[in-house]
T-cell receptor, first 116, second 115 residues
Framework: AQKVTQAQTEISVVEKEDVTLDCVYE???????LFWYKQPPSGELVFLIR??????QNEISGRYSWNFQKSTSSFNFTITASQVVDSAVYFC?????????????FGSGTRLSIRP | EAGVTQFPSHSVIEKGQTVTLRCDPI?????LYWYRRVMGKEIKFLLH????????ESGMPNNRFLAERTGGTYSTLKVQPAELEDSGVYFC?????????????FGQGTRLTVV
């Protein structure tokens, strides 16, 4: 069965600190996609990244970076020099790429609060 | 370009009442999905429309939930009668095609509170 675990329910850091959100997944598929979504206070889910299981290269986008390690089934998300605007709930998700978006399995989310 | 729009943004109803949630997908997106997040838990899939047809409704919790997408445009999700455990945030998403190489765009969600 597929499962996504985000063990950190809530994280609070002071602005400019670096913060890492953990994501551990379980799947029997050899081919799959991993996602991160952001839910700001306005409520909508904002797509951040999609990685396929064959691409373990870490990705950096501005202050955001993602560390994908198949050996530990983890897909962690790091925000460098955090800002108050980064405050949101962040969801990690997993899916079989040959299925539709109906098969996205989400984690329970991590609420990140950045204090000024 | 307008994104996925959901209405209302919040709804508070009493147990036993009926509530109808609406989702307007991005224009031209044939695929429409409903998800919900209950009690701060994970976001779970409810169902998937391709145009006006239900492609997959395996996530619908019970027969108190009815989803429609007449004409393949906007969709409604009716809960009748509502129960306390139905409280949560209901998300709608749409995509051009049904495969994961195409991004699914999510709306802002409808927060439903059943008292």
């Amino acid at each position: 069965a597929q499962k996504v675990t985000q063990a950190q329910t809530e994280i609070s850091v002071v602005e400019k600190e670096d913060v890492t959100l953990d994501c551990v997944y379980e799947t029997r598929d050899t081919t799959y996609y991993l996602f991160w979504y952001k839910q700001p206070p306005s409520g909508e889910l904002v797509f951040l990244i999609r990685r396929n299981s064959f691409d373990e290269q870490n990705e950096i986008s501005g202050r955001y970076s993602w560390n994908f390690q198949k050996s530990t089934s983890s897909f962690n998300f790091t925000i460098t020099a955090s800002q108050v605007v980064d405050s949101a709930v962040y969801f990690c998700a997993l899916s079989d790429p040959y299925s539709s978006a109906s098969k996205i399995i989400f984690g329970s989310g991590t609420r990140l609060s950045i204090r000024p | 370009e307008a994104g996925v729009t959901q209405f209302p943004s919040h709804s508070v109803i009493e147990k036993g009442q009926t509530v109808t949630l609406r989702c307007d997908p991005i224009s031209g997106h044939d695929n429409l999905y409903w998800y919900r997040r209950v009690m701060g838990k994970e976001i779970k899939f409810l169902l998937h429309f391709v145009k006006e047809s239900k492609q997959d409704e395996s996530g619908m919790p019970n027969n108190r939930f009815l989803a429609e997408r007449t004409g393949g445009t906007y969709s409604t999700l009716k809960v009748q009668p509502a129960e306390l455990e139905d409280s949560g945030v209901y998300f709608c998403a749409s995509s051009q095609d049904g495969y994961l190489n195409t991004e699914a765009f999510f709306g802002q969600g409808t927060r439903l509170t059943v008292v």
